[in-house]
């Protein structure tokens, strides 16, 4: 028989030894969440994410997506990139002001965290094994009905920030959420009081107002659905406001100001790949299927394919034209206006259109500097 009280210590020093930076424990009870959970998806702020309705309730009870659950363990591991400067939210910032310049978010830099969290989490799940003796169990990362958030708020990892994200006194928003559900009975984390009080940068810094109000997202007016999960042509309305934002948009949390207390990961998986990081869009637009595919091996931007990638890129580079009036944009544009893709050929004719100077990148160049 092993000792619950004196059994969750021991995971987390396990877990530390991992690279994770925090871990928790919270029941099975997300009965209080699921009004929220069902209203946001009868608005259709989910848009073309039809997995997050399929499972409807699931992902409320995870008793029912795993049989025998009693806990849930909840791990955090940051991933800023070790050699992030600092003022890091300033430099990200300012690349809004080089409209040539593609913006990848912070994340998307380095290794897949999927690959990475998951083989940790096993690794401690094997650990726990060797310790107590087999246990049921089911490692989470991102990768099925669970409510990550919802259970990392419950379990102490921080409290839900009004743009929805889970923020952390000691390291803001700059981590990566993995769950174990696990047939034991552990006592639960002490959840931590929110910390935003009247504070809404978030809010007001959304090139999209994709928050459309506190604590509530419309994922169809957000830049990294659109660049990531949106797998059609973006709306044209909002074309113009994705600025030079290629994969992803970290803007709400550059301006938020628990972010000056965000940690460097230990590990070397999440250091930016050569070539992600500050690169120009016409060298990016050039990048045949096969050069993609080898600069995206193993990282999180390989899964939406040449032809997106293509898409954004596209956005972008009418943006920054429109904003520079710089001939070689141009140019860059139309090597792929008979592009064998629909979607990026409909996409490089928009980039194309005359529009007047200055109207593509806007909410770039408001954009607020961070001390």
Request: with cysteine; glycine share 10%; net charge neutral.
């Amino acid at each position: 028989m092993f000792s619950s009280s004196q059994l969750v210590p021991q995971i987390q020093g396990w877990a530390r030894e991992l690279g994770f930076s925090q871990i928790g424990v919270t029941g099975v009870d997300l009965s209080s969440a699921e009004p929220g959970l069902v209203s946001w998806l009868a608005q259709g702020f989910h848009g073309e994410m039809a997995y997050m309705q399929t499972h409807g309730l699931k992902r409320a009870r995870p008793a029912e997506l795993v049989p025998g659950t009693v806990s849930v363990i909840t791990a955090r591991m940051n991933y800023l990139p070790t050699a992030t400067p600092e003022g890091w939210q300033g430099v990200e910032l300012a690349r809004l002001q080089r409209p040539g310049e593609g913006i990848v978010s912070l994340y998307a830099r380095g290794r897949d965290y999927h690959k990475v969290l998951r083989a940790r989490l096993q690794k401690l799940s094997d650990r726990i094994g060797e310790h107590i003796g087999p246990f049921g169990y089911r490692v989470f990362t991102d990768s099925a009905p669970v409510l990550e958030a919802e259970l990392a708020s419950r379990s102490g990892q921080g409290w839900r920030g009004k743009h929805t994200l889970v923020l952390n006194r000691e390291a803001g928003s700059m981590f990566f959420l993995g769950e174990i559900y696990v047939d034991l009975a552990l006592p639960p984390s002490e959840p931590v009081a929110p910390h935003c009080g009247s504070c809404q940068a978030c809010m007001d810094i959304c090139p999209t107002q994709a928050i459309v109000d506190s604590h509530r997202v419309d994922a169809r007016r957000c830049i990294s659905y659109l660049t990531i999960e949106h797998a059609g042509s973006i709306p044209l309305e909002l074309r113009p406001l994705m600025g030079n934002r290629i994969y992803g948009c970290d803007d709400c949390q550059l301006v938020c100001p628990w972010n000056k207390f965000a940690q460097r990961s230990p590990l070397p998986d999440f250091d930016a790949r050569e070539g992600l990081s500050g690169q120009q869009l016409a060298v990016l637009f050039a990048w045949s299927e096969a050069e993609f595919l080898r600069r995206t091996e193993g990282g999180p931007i390989r899964r939406i394919g040449h032809e997106r990638w293509l898409r954004n890129v596209a956005v972008a580079l009418g943006n920054a034209w429109r904003a520079t009036g710089d001939e070689g944009l141009h140019q860059a544009l139309k090597t792929r206006v008979d592009d064998p893709s629909p979607l990026v050929r409909e996409h490089v004719a928009w980039a194309l259109e005359d529009m007047p100077r200055g109207a593509g990148i806007s909410a770039a160049a408001s954009a607020p500097a961070v001390d």
